[in-house]
């Protein structure tokens, strides 16, 4: 089988829309909307921690309590399966999800959970390191590849429907 041959059967595989055999580029903004709804999900976690913790009579200075460590506890195993394990499966994060958005390999084959896992916890804080500006080269990069995405070997591309015919 030649490398053409292996390229177009990924691309076959691959369920993103294509223009004119293009995947079709993730919009910064809904980027940025997908990240915000998997922040959301890991902090709202935290916060009920917090929540009942308070309830069953933490104060402000009894930080640590077991109600407080198993809400944390919860909000860490919530994030590697969030950012590390169902992408690797599915291609999407709870975010990408909601908003119409899937990781992929460069090549259109599914991205694997270690693909998924150097991406999430290697590749965003070395994006977050350098003032965030590995997210802002996503925005300005004619593939829409952030930093993150370059170290993971992955593309962000739309999943849903073809944009309408130019009239």
Known sequence: MTAAQDVSQANARS???RTEGNRL???FAL???ALLVDYVTV???IVLGTLVARMLGGGARSAGTSAE???????????VLNLGVIPGLTGRTLGKWATG???ERIN????????????????YPVSFLILGLGFL???????????????????????????????
């Open 25 to 27: 580029r993730a919009p």
């Open 108 to 123: 259109g084959e599914p991205m694997g959970i270690g693909r998924a896992l150097v991406r999430h916890f290697v590749g």
């Open 137 to 167: 080269i996503s925005a300005l990069t004619e593939r829409g590849r952030g930093l993150h995405d370059m170290i993971a070997g992955t593309i962000v591309v739309r999943e849903g429907s073809l944009p309408s015919p130019r009239r």
């Open 31 to 33: 980027r940025c909307g």
């Open 43 to 45: 902090m709202s976690i």
């Open 101 to 103: 958005l899937r990781i």
């Open 15 to 17: 369920r993103t829309p």
């Open 69 to 79: 460590t198993i809400g944390v506890l919860a909000a860490a195993v919530a994030a």
